[in-house]
């Protein structure tokens, strides 16, 4: 295969990773019981981010492969792309909080995982088994103890994040460039992944999922480890066994797919949009998050709170939502923030405080438990609670009425016209630039800084 369809194929992944994540993001959240909503939500479920993961250890391969003459300024090189990464994802955390993050977790695949390309097959495939082991025995662990470690949490569970990196080296060895291997190994792949995406969209119908959860808490300590196993492992952005099993099924099978896509001259020549997205990843990546926010931000203030939408179109962090300015929830708050500043009677000021009322939702989830005899029952009616809750609950407000709810004013916009605008936004910047240019504008940055650090020579944009 000729070096320019195998990166054309590779940067093709590269930009459905990235148009995966917008939907992710921006689209509707679905899981409402309709099967057009449960499959196309559990399309932009984990697959975008672990793809992008996986062409992260893709990458790694290629930078040893075109560095092989000199290995240890090679590594460096990588050490400081990862140490760029993980800086600028730190940053863009700092900065914003209505999205998780994921370049801070590529960041640690070039940290951790350097010197991986240079080792035989048999060890690289040594390293994915215990990764892989540790990350799923590592979370069920945790949600069975009642105590957590971050190292296994969702949205990015570091573990599982670092086997997909693995896995890339090992796509990058035996797939990338070889056509043949391609053909066979897609087959394998799209049977696996439509198994795990099947059961995933059975998983989302039986156990909706729950904007308020703190998913950094034990989910499962009264579930049978069996169901758990069962049940929960495909969950994605778990790093569970299930999961990994799906995602990685699924970036293989995109993989070779585009590679063996970008073979044909008028299909490489037409998917050129996607394939400048894809060859300017980081441009498109961070403008993309900060786009988003902007939508998705509305009335949320930037110090959000850290719940993950795990289950749904995410990872998203999500905040109570604050009206937007001029509406009719505006007003009522404004008029409601006007009573409670005036000034208050003396008879009151030395009243003693209330004690804190018992939490409605939570008084409601006990009256219907009581109602369940079986645990079918149980399962069927806490399902039940889940989804009304997050239909009808804006992120906390148990008494908020779910007719009332203005999509415009709340800036809560997910649906599929916000998602596809933006991104055609970035499909049609990232195609104008690299008319112009060979790099993206932060790509040329991090070769700069990595060059001025490593490799001491000048680098062009063009």
Same mark, same amino acid.
């Given at each position: 295969?000729?070096?320019?369809?195998?990166?054309?194929?590779?940067?093709?992944?590269?930009?459905?990773?990235?148009?995966?994540?917008? @939907?992710?993001?921006?689209?509707? =959240?679905?899981?409402?019981?309709?099967?057009?909503?449960?499959?196309?939500?559990?399309?932009?479920?984990?697959?975008?981010?672990?793809?992008?993961?996986?062409?992260?250890?893709?990458?790694?391969?290629?930078?040893?492969?075109?560095?092989?003459?000199?290995?240890?300024?090679?590594?460096?090189?990588?050490?400081?792309?990862?140490?760029?990464?993980?800086?600028?994802?730190?940053?863009?955390?700092?900065?914003?909080?209505?999205?998780?993050?994921?370049?801070?977790?590529?960041?640690?695949?070039?940290?951790?995982? @350097?010197?991986?390309?240079?080792?035989?097959?048999?060890?690289?495939?040594?390293?994915?088994?215990?990764?892989?082991?540790?990350?799923?025995?590592?979370?069920?662990?945790? %949600?069975?103890?009642?105590?957590?470690? %971050?190292?296994?949490?969702?949205?990015?569970?570091?573990?599982?994040?670092?086997?997909?990196?693995?896995?890339?080296?090992?796509?990058?060895?035996?797939?990338?460039?070889?056509? /043949?291997?391609?053909?066979?190994?897609?087959?394998?792949?799209?049977?696996?992944?439509?198994?795990?995406?099947?059961?995933?969209?059975?998983?989302?119908?039986?156990?909706?999922?729950?904007?308020?959860?703190?998913? =950094?808490?034990?989910? @499962?300590?009264?579930?049978?480890?069996?169901?758990?196993?069962? =049940?929960?492992?495909?969950?994605?952005?778990?790093?569970?066994?299930?999961?990994?099993?799906?995602?990685?099924?699924?970036?293989?099978?995109?993989?070779?797919?585009?590679?063996?896509?970008?073979?044909?001259?008028?299909?490489?020549?037409?998917?050129?949009?996607?394939?400048?997205?894809?060859?300017?990843?980081?441009?498109?990546?961070?403008?993309?998050?900060?786009?988003?926010?902007?939508?998705?931000?509305?009335?949320?203030?930037?110090?959000?709170?850290?719940? @993950?939408?795990?289950?749904?179109?995410?990872?998203?962090?999500?905040?109570?939502?604050?009206?937007?300015?001029?509406?009719?929830?505006?007003?009522?708050?404004?008029?409601?923030?006007?009573?409670?500043?005036?000034? %208050? /009677?003396?008879?009151?000021?030395?009243?003693?405080?209330?004690?804190?009322?018992?939490?409605?939702?939570?008084?409601?989830?006990?009256?219907?438990?009581?109602?369940?005899?079986?645990?079918? %029952?149980?399962?069927?009616?806490?399902?039940?609670?889940?989804?009304?809750?997050?239909?009808?609950?804006?992120?906390?407000?148990?008494?908020?009425?779910?007719?009332?709810?203005?999509? /415009?004013? =709340?800036?809560?916009?997910?649906?599929?016209?916000?998602?596809?605008?933006?991104?055609?936004?970035?499909?049609?910047?990232?195609?104008?630039?690299?008319?112009?240019?060979?790099?993206?504008?932060?790509?040329?940055?991090?070769?700069?800084?990595?060059?001025?650090?490593?490799?001491?020579?000048?680098?062009?944009?063009?």
């Amino acid at each position: 295969m000729k070096a320019a369809f195998r990166f054309d194929g590779i940067d093709l992944a590269r930009g459905l990773a990235i148009v995966g994540m917008v @939907f992710a993001h921006l689209g509707p =959240t679905g899981f409402d019981g309709g099967v057009i909503a449960d499959y196309t939500s559990t399309a932009f479920a984990g697959y975008p981010s672990a793809l992008f993961a996986v062409l992260a250890g893709v990458s790694l391969g290629l930078f040893h492969e075109r560095g092989a003459d000199d290995p240890v300024r090679t590594r460096l090189a990588t050490l400081v792309r990862g140490v760029i990464l993980l800086v600028a994802g730190t940053l863009m955390s700092m900065v914003q909080s209505t999205i998780a993050i994921v370049l801070s977790t590529i960041a640690v695949i070039y940290l951790l995982l @350097f010197w991986l390309p240079r080792c035989k097959t048999w060890v690289i495939s040594v390293v994915i088994a215990v990764l892989a082991a540790v990350s799923s025995v590592g979370f069920v662990l945790v %949600e069975l103890v009642p105590f957590g470690f %971050e190292l296994f949490m969702p949205p990015y569970p570091v573990l599982a994040w670092l086997t997909y990196g693995a896995v890339g080296v090992l796509v990058h060895r035996f797939l990338v460039g070889n056509t /043949k291997a391609q053909a066979i190994a897609v087959v394998p792949a799209l049977l696996l992944a439509a198994v795990g995406f099947v059961i995933r969209v059975n998983n989302a119908a039986v156990f909706p999922y729950d904007p308020l959860a703190d998913y =950094t808490e034990p989910q @499962f300590d009264k579930e049978p480890l069996v169901q758990l196993l069962l =049940t929960q492992s495909f969950e994605p952005h778990t790093g569970l066994f299930g999961d990994l099993l799906a995602s990685i099924t699924c970036a293989i099978a995109v993989i070779c797919l585009c590679c063996l896509l970008c073979q044909v001259r008028w299909a490489n020549i037409l998917a050129y949009p996607l394939r400048a997205v894809g060859a300017m990843a980081l441009t498109t990546y961070v403008a993309h998050v900060f786009i988003a926010g902007f939508f998705m931000l509305g009335g949320i203030p930037l110090d959000a709170g850290k719940t @993950f939408d795990i289950s749904g179109t995410g990872p998203v962090q999500y905040s109570r939502v604050e009206p937007a300015e001029g509406s009719v929830h505006e007003s009522t708050e404004s008029e409601s923030v006007a009573e409670t500043d005036k000034p %208050e /009677k003396p008879d009151e000021i030395n009243k003693p405080a209330k004690p804190d009322e018992p939490d409605p939702s939570f008084q409601r989830y006990q009256k219907i438990i009581q109602e369940a005899d079986t645990w079918q %029952e149980y399962d069927e009616l806490t399902a039940e609670f889940w989804d009304g809750k997050s239909k009808g609950w804006v992120l906390g407000d148990d008494e908020f009425d779910p007719d009332e709810l203005d999509v /415009k004013d =709340t800036g809560q916009i997910h649906n599929w016209a916000t998602a596809a605008w933006n991104a055609l936004g970035l499909i049609v910047f990232a195609a104008v630039w690299k008319v112009f240019f060979r790099r993206g504008p932060l790509e040329w940055v991090v070769a700069r800084l990595i060059n001025k650090a490593v490799l001491r020579k000048e680098v062009s944009m063009q």
